[in-house]
């Protein structure tokens, strides 16, 4: 690989971070090489040398990590500029309301209330299924002791296995949130684009006419026509 292809590669990165497309970086002023040689079959253009493409494919790694730990700070930023409204409710959400966790458990640790009111209260506080209310369930389990607590230590062991499969969920959908939403943003190719093999060099000149300087092109393939360099 030349110094030239080396230098291409860097410049490449730098500027797709920037959000310019391929097409765009080989048409600009500044471009590493013409278009032709970066794309020309019959030139054994840069795509279709293997030591540059795997170079090239490598600093796009690194850039679409830069991309993702960029989403995860813009993230963060979002949540800090919220609203103190929006942050209260978005906290009530994820963690209950904690005074009507409190007065549950009131309810439930007390065995002077009805049984009934006491199992209505454990069930409340699996229906909220936050990790405080878990918490205040397996505080009143430890203590439910006795036969007369029997009925009211059935319903908490219920409850809490629910609240737990409930917390799991919330994790998992979370999870998959947070990752289709990275996908989305760091995705650099559509499902419209082709490889190098698949282009002819009337293909790359037809595009390169229609893009003129307007950035709207095509990314270079992730696997081109592997040839020795």
């Not at 103190?84 to 007390?110: K, P």
């Amino acid at each position: 690989m030349s110094p030239q292809q080396a230098a291409g590669i860097i410049h490449i990165a730098e500027e797709e971070l920037k959000g310019r497309s391929l097409t765009a970086i080989l048409l600009a002023d500044d471009r590493p090489c013409s278009y032709s040689t970066f794309w020309s079959k019959r030139r054994n253009g840069w795509v279709h040398k293997r030591a540059f493409v795997d170079a090239l494919n490598l600093a796009r790694q690194e850039v679409r990590g830069h991309r993702l730990a960029n989403a995860v700070d813009e993230a963060v930023d979002r949540l800090k500029i919220a609203t103190v409204d929006a942050a209260r409710d978005l906290h009530r959400q994820i963690t209950g309301d904690v005074g009507a966790i409190e007065a549950l458990s009131g309810i439930v640790m007390n065995r002077s209330r009805d049984e009934q009111e006491r199992l209505a209260a454990v069930k409340a506080l699996g229906d909220i299924g936050s990790q405080a209310a878990a918490d205040e369930l397996l505080r009143a389990l430890e203590m439910a002791t006795g036969k007369a607590e029997a009925n009211v230590r059935l319903a908490l062991i219920e409850e809490l296995g629910r609240a737990g499969a409930a917390m799991d969920t919330r994790r998992r959908l979370a999870d998959m949130t947070t990752l289709d939403r990275a996908d989305r943003m760091t995705a650099s190719k559509s499902a419209s684009e082709r490889t190098a093999e698949e282009l002819s060099d009337d293909d790359l000149e037809a595009i390169a006419r229609g893009a003129g300087s307007g950035g709207a092109g095509v990314a270079a393939p992730e696997t081109g026509a592997r040839q020795a360099d």
